[in-house]
């Protein structure tokens, strides 16, 4: 009786998926231990009325853009840390058992989850916070209460994801959970389905946060600046987030028919009653491709701007840099199936796809020619973000050759789900999406703070993560090469291997090195910041987001610009216009809401509460997130008015402030 | 961003627009139920020109029930990308699934358990 | 720009928004709809489409759907011209409407699976149940926002922001009518076929 009432009440939760062996264990405590730390000190310091008002309320792009980047970076390190494990692992290959079988499967897959879904999509959509607004003119997104909805369900799915170190178990079936490995049959316990939600969650975020910024960037645009004036990160925006926009739905119906089969019973990928397991692969890549677009393209765009701010010069061939990337985001539906060359397809259709995987190279390297022509006669200056974009070139122009070599199907029956395979991808997102994140924190961290970074410690942190990759990396392509299968925790030592897998796992290490260095600097900087205050302009730079304070006041611009060229501000600059006491006019800025932070709540509680089958908890939560919409929805005044006198007694503010820096 | 005309537009959209769309919506559904309950055609041919019917219907209410083409450019654009990617995923998962079973001799899913069970014991 | 012409630039921002959102949805049931071809003759030696479908009772659903859609456009069309007793009155024919399609789905439903051909008995049958329920939720939650934007219409009497909301519904409901056609042709006609 009592046992059916606990049954019912917690689903399959038991005391039980509490315990963890040593390692997990400790992480686990670890993280619970940060988190009640985190609270305490909040407490303690009498702050959780400005946090509550000043952040988790607001929707101020710029506020939920920091957000963003702080759970991402947090996840970066937690990604990292499974990558140090993974490497120890094999470095020690089984001479002492630091991981089992099935803990080191759990961590390489929650690596790559972790990797992808809340490092990678979490920074891009930092950045597309921070940044597109002013560079296009405008104060704010198009839907703020959605962005705010976008950014909370993203923390509810890496809350999600966290949780299997507390209680339950991870998923081991790699990033993308293949069936029917990742079947109930296979997988009967709770790790693939925290799996399952935890980027069904985020991805939702993910989709809703594609159609804000894309109505944004056509709507909101300064008057004047056409799609051809536009900066060419806000193309390469505009173009992720349209793969973002058509692609996300892929996955969530593959995610929500893995869900189907897994709580349901139902038949899409099993192994009987007519199920397809290569239905999923198929569906999951057609929606995998376009995601590596979608990560590495705002990467393009923001070397674009590094580039040419860098080299005092306007970016090389704007025209072909743009068809380049509306070349890259179509073809990118084009691809697919070249991650599964190997599962059976005939000649025809693996030519077909490996002939537009070749195609798809030329726009890429089209547009590494112009960013070189644009250094070509220009005065460049190699601070910190330009040394990323020179890390960039050498790394992913390495990753991409590898990349048109796995595409000849031939020679991709040698290299698939080999340690080649997992070079070149590692190339192509550490040294395009993660080295681009690093040059764009380099780049745009005075815009927000108002001081500078420390440049030294910021090289040295560049020459430690670029050694350390390269000598991480290399030798996987060798061993790839030679037939080294992916996802092994150990390898037979009479191979002769040992020596590449020591060289990798040195580099790592220097890479962590690096991440030191990063970690040092940001703590640095912040001490000495007194000392490194700068103006609105500190890089003398091309583009709007220049144009405002440093940080720049919650309204952004007090007046819009109006743009006649491309580098509109630039231009400005250039002309040396008199500038006539401008017009103020009163602002309309959204209002604070707490219904991101609930909606976000109820659909971690729904997600968790669906992989633990308390069906009860799940319809409630669900009930919730309906009822908090309809009721926020209802809401008929969502802004509040700044008036022109309060914008211009901030404006006079702000100048007599600059004033007093320059003196 | 252009500056919004505060006069309303929709009031240009005539009643006419919803007769006629509901009157062809209905036509274009009875026709292809009577193709495929009176097997008028062979059945290769029925499928495709149920697939036509299905597109003129879908292309009556896009032009009189929502109206697309009548001003706004990116509504079109939008939903021809959307038209692509529908397309490309439709038709190109019907593709590259049939010819998975390329090597496997065009089994049907049932043969395929079957041999499975006999020649590989799973 | 002053408030009255910034407030009409939000409403054109959420129907671009609003429209978007529904081209994603074509493309989440496009993948559905791959499935279901894909997966379509798995029947595991169970029934098939040409065995269990009843083509009269679905020809019937479709036209009460698509009378549904007829219905909410002159709803649209009262609603911008001020005549308030008729939207109300096209409202509750569609709500009505929708209500017995939803009715007649989960009937179809409910007699399949008391025959046992429930979606867990093949690949078939879960890509059809999937499909179609998938589609039926949709108008579940169609059906929601009808009634809340009736209550507000009645209550704020006609105010422009709930008119704005009627529109972007109508443009909910007249697609669900669109990707109905295609489970009509595709699932039903084509699916039903020996």
């Given at each position: 009786?009592?046992?059916?009432?606990?049954?019912?009440?917690?689903?399959?939760?038991?005391?039980?998926?509490?315990?963890?062996?040593?390692?997990?264990?400790?992480?686990?405590?670890?993280?619970?231990?940060?988190?009640?730390?985190?609270?305490?000190?909040?407490?303690?310091?009498?702050?959780?009325?400005?946090?509550?008002?000043?952040?988790?309320?607001?929707?101020?792009?710029?506020?939920?853009?920091?957000?963003?980047?702080?759970?991402?970076?947090?996840?970066?390190?937690?990604?990292?840390?499974?990558?140090?494990?993974?490497?120890?692992?094999?470095?020690?290959?089984?001479?002492?058992?630091?991981?089992?079988?099935?803990?080191?499967?759990?961590?390489?897959?929650?690596?790559?989850?972790?990797?992808?879904?809340?490092?990678?999509?979490?920074?891009?959509?930092?950045?597309?916070?921070?940044?597109?607004?002013?560079?296009?003119?405008?104060?704010?997104?198009?839907?703020?209460?959605?962005?705010?909805?976008?950014?909370?369900?993203?923390?509810?799915?890496?809350?999600?994801?966290?949780?299997?170190?507390?209680?339950?178990?991870?998923?081991?079936?790699?990033?993308?959970?293949?069936?029917?490995?990742?079947?109930?049959?296979?997988?009967?316990?709770?790790?693939?389905?925290?799996?399952?939600?935890?980027?069904?969650?985020?991805?939702?975020?993910?989709?809703?946060?594609?159609?804000?910024?894309?109505?944004?960037?056509?709507?909101?645009?300064?008057?004047?600046?056409?799609?051809?004036?536009?900066?060419?990160?806000?193309?390469?925006?505009?173009?992720?987030?349209?793969?973002?926009?058509?692609?996300?739905?892929?996955?969530?119906?593959?995610?929500?028919?893995?869900?189907?089969?897994?709580?349901?019973?139902?038949?899409?990928?099993?192994?009987?009653?007519?199920?397809?397991?290569?239905?999923?692969?198929?569906?999951?890549?057609?929606?995998?491709?376009?995601?590596?677009?979608?990560?590495?393209?705002?990467?393009?765009?923001?070397?674009?701007?590094?580039?040419?701010?860098?080299?005092?010069?306007?970016?090389?061939?704007?025209?072909?840099?743009?068809?380049?990337?509306?070349?890259?985001?179509?073809?990118?539906?084009?691809?697919?199936?070249?991650?599964?060359?190997?599962?059976?397809?005939?000649?025809?259709?693996?030519?077909?796809?490996?002939?537009?995987?070749?195609?798809?190279?030329?726009?890429?390297?089209?547009?590494?020619?112009?960013?070189?022509?644009?250094?070509?006669?220009?005065?460049?200056?190699?601070?910190?973000?330009?040394?990323?974009?020179?890390?960039?070139?050498?790394?992913?122009?390495?990753?991409?050759?590898?990349?048109?070599?796995?595409?000849?199907?031939?020679?991709?029956?040698?290299?698939?789900?080999?340690?080649?395979?997992?070079?070149?991808?590692?190339?192509?997102?550490?040294?395009?999406?993660?080295?681009?994140?690093?040059?764009?924190?380099?780049?745009?961290?005075?815009?927000?703070?108002?001081?500078?970074?420390?440049?030294?410690?910021?090289?040295?942190?560049?020459?430690?993560?670029?050694?350390?990759?390269?000598?991480?990396?290399?030798?996987?392509?060798?061993?790839?090469?030679?037939?080294?299968?992916?996802?092994?925790?150990?390898?037979?030592?009479?191979?002769?291997?040992?020596?590449?897998?020591?060289?990798?796992?040195?580099?790592?290490?220097?890479?962590?090195?690096?991440?030191?260095?990063?970690?040092?600097?940001?703590?640095?900087?912040?001490?000495?910041?007194?000392?490194?205050?700068?103006?609105?302009?500190?890089?003398?730079?091309?583009?709007?987001?220049?144009?405002?304070?440093?940080?720049?006041?919650?309204?952004?611009?007090?007046?819009?610009?109006?743009?006649?060229?491309?580098?509109?501000?630039?231009?400005?600059?250039?002309?040396?216009?008199?500038?006539?006491?401008?017009?103020?006019?009163?602002?309309?800025?959204?209002?604070?809401?707490?219904?991101?932070?609930?909606?976000?709540?109820?659909?971690?509680?729904?997600?968790?509460?669906?992989?633990?089958?308390?069906?009860?908890?799940?319809?409630?939560?669900?009930?919730?997130?309906?009822?908090?919409?309809?009721?926020?929805?209802?809401?008929?005044?969502?802004?509040?008015?700044?008036?022109?006198?309060?914008?211009?007694?901030?404006?006079?503010?702000?100048?007599?402030?600059?004033?007093?820096?320059?003196? | 961003?252009?500056?919004?005309?505060?006069?309303?537009?929709?009031?240009?959209?005539?009643?006419?627009?919803?007769?006629?769309?509901?009157?062809?919506?209905?036509?274009?559904?009875?026709?292809?139920?009577?193709?495929?309950?009176?097997?008028?055609?062979?059945?290769?041919?029925?499928?495709?020109?149920?697939?036509?019917?299905?597109?003129?219907?879908?292309?009556?209410?896009?032009?009189?029930?929502?109206?697309?083409?009548?001003?706004?450019?990116?509504?079109?654009?939008?939903?021809?990308?959307?038209?692509?990617?529908?397309?490309?995923?439709?038709?190109?998962?019907?593709?590259?699934?049939?010819?998975?079973?390329?090597?496997?001799?065009?089994?049907?899913?049932?043969?395929?358990?079957?041999?499975?069970?006999?020649?590989?014991?799973? | 720009?002053?408030?009255?012409?910034?407030?009409?630039?939000?409403?054109?921002?959420?129907?671009?928004?609003?429209?978007?959102?529904?081209?994603?949805?074509?493309v989440l049931f496009a993948a559905l709809f791959a499935t279901f071809a894909v997966l379509k003759n798995a029947t595991a030696g169970g029934p098939g489409g040409s065995e269990l479908f009843d083509l009269p009772f679905v020809l019937v659903e479709t036209f009460v759907l698509l009378t549904s859609s007829f219905t909410i456009g002159m709803a649209l069309l009262a609603s911008v011209r001020g005549f308030k007793k008729q939207t109300f009155f096209w409202l509750f024919v569609t709500f009505a409407l929708g209500v017995v399609f939803l009715s007649m789905e989960l009937y179809e439903f409910m007699v399949l699976i008391g025959e046992g051909h429930g979606p867990q008995q093949s690949a078939f049958l879960s890509s059809y149940f999937t499909l179609v329920a998938t589609h039926g939720i949709h108008i579940a939650v169609g059906l929601l926002w009808m009634a809340v934007v009736i209550v507000r219409l009645w209550r704020h009497n006609f105010k422009q922001t709930d008119i704005n909301r009627l529109a972007l519904l109508g443009l909910f409901w007249h697609f669900l009518d669109v990707i109905w056609i295609f489970i009509f042709s595709f699932v039903y006609l084509i699916?039903?076929?020996?």
């Amino acid at each position: 009786m009592f046992d059916e009432m606990l049954k019912a009440i917690f689903g399959r939760l038991t005391l039980e998926d509490f315990i963890h062996e040593p390692i997990m264990a400790g992480a686990g405590i670890g993280m619970v231990g940060a988190l009640v730390t985190a609270i305490i000190a909040v407490t303690f310091l009498k702050r959780w009325k400005w946090l509550w008002k000043t952040w988790l309320t607001s929707l101020d792009p710029k506020k939920i853009g920091v957000m963003y980047i702080i759970v991402s970076v947090i996840m970066l390190l937690r990604g990292f840390a499974d990558a140090l494990l993974i490497r120890a692992q094999q470095v020690l290959n089984g001479s002492v058992e630091l991981l089992n079988a099935d803990h080191f499967q759990q961590i390489f897959s929650a690596h790559g989850s972790i990797m992808i879904f809340f490092v990678g999509m979490g920074i891009i959509f930092g950045i597309f916070n921070l940044i597109i607004p002013s560079q296009i003119g405008s104060r704010d997104v198009a839907f703020p209460f959605l962005n705010s909805v976008s950014f909370w369900l993203f923390a509810a799915g890496m809350i999600i994801i966290n949780m299997p170190m507390v209680v339950g178990e991870f998923s081991t079936a790699g990033w993308l959970a293949y069936p029917p490995l990742s079947g109930l049959e296979y997988s009967p316990g709770v790790g693939v389905d925290y799996w399952i939600w935890a980027l069904q969650i985020s991805g939702i975020g993910s989709l809703l946060s594609g159609i804000n910024f894309f109505v944004t960037i056509i709507k909101m645009r300064a008057p004047g600046m056409t799609l051809m004036k536009m900066p060419i990160f806000t193309w390469s925006v505009l173009m992720s987030v349209s793969l973002i926009m058509f692609a996300f739905p892929i996955l969530t119906v593959t995610l929500g028919l893995l869900a189907l089969d897994r709580t349901l019973g139902m038949h899409f990928f099993t192994s009987m009653a007519g199920g397809n397991p290569m239905m999923y692969v198929n569906l999951i890549w057609a929606w995998g491709h376009p995601e590596v677009y979608i990560l590495v393209l705002p990467a393009f765009g923001i070397f674009s701007e590094i580039v040419a701010t860098f080299s005092k010069k306007r970016i090389f061939g704007y025209t072909s840099m743009v068809i380049a990337l509306v070349a890259i985001a179509i073809l990118s539906f084009t691809v697919w199936l070249h991650h599964f060359f190997t599962m059976g397809a005939g000649a025809d259709v693996n030519t077909f796809f490996g002939i537009m995987t070749m195609v798809i190279a030329i726009p890429t390297g089209v547009k590494v020619f112009n960013w070189i022509f644009t250094m070509y006669r220009g005065t460049v200056t190699f601070k910190t973000p330009m040394l990323w974009f020179m890390g960039f070139i050498a790394t992913f122009t390495v990753g991409g050759l590898t990349g048109v070599m796995m595409s000849v199907p031939a020679l991709d029956f040698q290299f698939h789900n080999s340690l080649f395979l997992v070079a070149h991808f590692h190339n192509m997102i550490v040294g395009g999406v993660l080295f681009g994140a690093f040059a764009a924190f380099a780049y745009w961290f005075p815009k927000f703070t108002g001081f500078t970074l420390n440049e030294t410690l910021g090289k040295f942190a560049f020459w430690f993560w670029i050694v350390g990759f390269l000598l991480a990396f290399i030798p996987l392509y060798i061993l790839g090469f030679m037939g080294a299968t992916r996802r092994l925790d150990h390898y037979d030592p009479s191979m002769g291997w040992q020596g590449l897998f020591i060289v990798a796992g040195f580099g790592v290490m220097l890479i962590g090195i690096g991440v030191l260095f990063q970690l040092l600097q940001v703590a640095y900087s912040i001490w000495k910041r007194k000392a490194n205050m700068v103006g609105n302009d500190p890089w003398d730079g091309r583009t709007f987001e220049w144009a405002t304070t440093s940080p720049p006041p919650e309204y952004v611009f007090a007046t819009i610009p109006t743009v006649t060229t491309r580098d509109a501000f630039w231009e400005m600059k250039q002309s040396k216009k008199k500038h006539s006491e401008p017009e103020y006019e009163d602002i309309w800025l959204p209002k604070n809401s707490g219904a991101g932070i609930i909606i976000g709540l109820f659909a971690m509680t729904f997600g968790a509460a669906v992989v633990w089958h308390m069906w009860w908890l799940v319809i409630v939560a669900f009930i919730a997130i309906v009822v908090t919409i309809i009721i926020k929805l209802s809401d008929d005044e969502p802004d509040y008015k700044l008036s022109a006198a309060k914008v211009a007694k901030h404006e006079l503010y702000a100048k007599l402030k600059l004033q007093e820096k320059t003196v | 961003m252009k500056k919004p005309q505060l006069d309303h537009h929709h009031s240009q959209v005539k009643y006419i627009s919803y007769f006629v769309g509901f009157a062809l919506s209905i036509v274009t559904t009875l026709l292809a139920y009577f193709f495929v309950v009176n097997e008028l055609l062979p059945k290769e041919m029925l499928i495709y020109v149920v697939m036509a019917i299905a597109v003129v219907q879908l292309i009556v209410q896009l032009v009189f029930f929502l109206h697309l083409g009548r001003g706004n450019r990116w509504k079109v654009a939008t939903f021809a990308f959307a038209v692509i990617v529908v397309l490309v995923v439709v038709i190109g998962s019907l593709w590259i699934m049939h010819n998975l079973d390329y090597n496997m001799m065009n089994m049907t899913p049932d043969q395929m358990t079957q041999y499975m069970n006999e020649n590989e014991g799973i | 720009m002053t408030r009255a012409e910034e407030l009409v630039a939000i409403h054109e921002k959420k129907t671009l928004g609003f429209w978007i959102y529904l081209m994603t949805d074509c493309v989440l049931f496009a993948a559905l709809f791959a499935t279901f071809a894909v997966l379509k003759n798995a029947t595991a030696g169970g029934p098939g489409g040409s065995e269990l479908f009843d083509l009269p009772f679905v020809l019937v659903e479709t036209f009460v759907l698509l009378t549904s859609s007829f219905t909410i456009g002159m709803a649209l069309l009262a609603s911008v011209r001020g005549f308030k007793k008729q939207t109300f009155f096209w409202l509750f024919v569609t709500f009505a409407l929708g209500v017995v399609f939803l009715s007649m789905e989960l009937y179809e439903f409910m007699v399949l699976i008391g025959e046992g051909h429930g979606p867990q008995q093949s690949a078939f049958l879960s890509s059809y149940f999937t499909l179609v329920a998938t589609h039926g939720i949709h108008i579940a939650v169609g059906l929601l926002w009808m009634a809340v934007v009736i209550v507000r219409l009645w209550r704020h009497n006609f105010k422009q922001t709930d008119i704005n909301r009627l529109a972007l519904l109508g443009l909910f409901w007249h697609f669900l009518d669109v990707i109905w056609i295609f489970i009509f042709s595709f699932v039903y006609l084509i699916g039903g076929m020996a």
